[in-house]
């Protein structure tokens, strides 16, 4: 059994700053890529940023510059530091992430709950 907890969500002006946190915890052998989608209404949900077991990390166009994915693989926790926030912005984020829970079992990939962001003034 695995679960993943996000936090950091809320209402913020435009131009301000959230940092989201998701923590994963329950079975877990080996974590993968860790990531963040989004859903705003009416549109599909989209990837925001995603960061690989070596670090590496990539970006959608519309956030480059302004958002930072990181984790820590002590506590199993991958952060979306979000500044210069715009309208556009708000939606539902999600953390995703491809994990194995025992050695030689395949990789499988797990959603959080979600947390709302909403940029507005």
């Known amino acids: 059994q695995v679960e993943l907890v996000e936090s950091g969500g809320g209402l913020v002006q435009p131009g301000g700053s959230l940092r989201l946190s998701c923590a994963a915890s329950?079975?877990?052998?080996?974590?993968?890529?860790m990531g963040w989608h989004r859903q705003a209404p009416g549109n599909q949900r989209e990837l925001v940023a995603h960061?690989?077991?070596?670090?590496?990390?990539m970006y959608a166009d519309s956030v480059k510059g302004r958002f930072t994915i990181d984790r820590d693989n002590a506590k199993n926790t991958v952060y979306l530091q979000m500044n210069s926030l715009k309208p556009e912005d708000t939606a539902v984020y999600y953390c995703?992430?491809?994990?194995?829970?025992?050695?030689?079992?395949?990789?499988?990939?797990?959603w959080g709950q979600g947390t709302q962001v909403t940029v507005s003034s």
């Open positions: 329950g079975t877990i052998f080996r974590i993968y890529t």
């Open positions: 960061i690989t077991s070596d670090g590496s990390t």
């Open positions: 995703n992430v491809l994990l194995s829970t025992a050695w030689g079992t395949p990789t499988k990939g797990y």
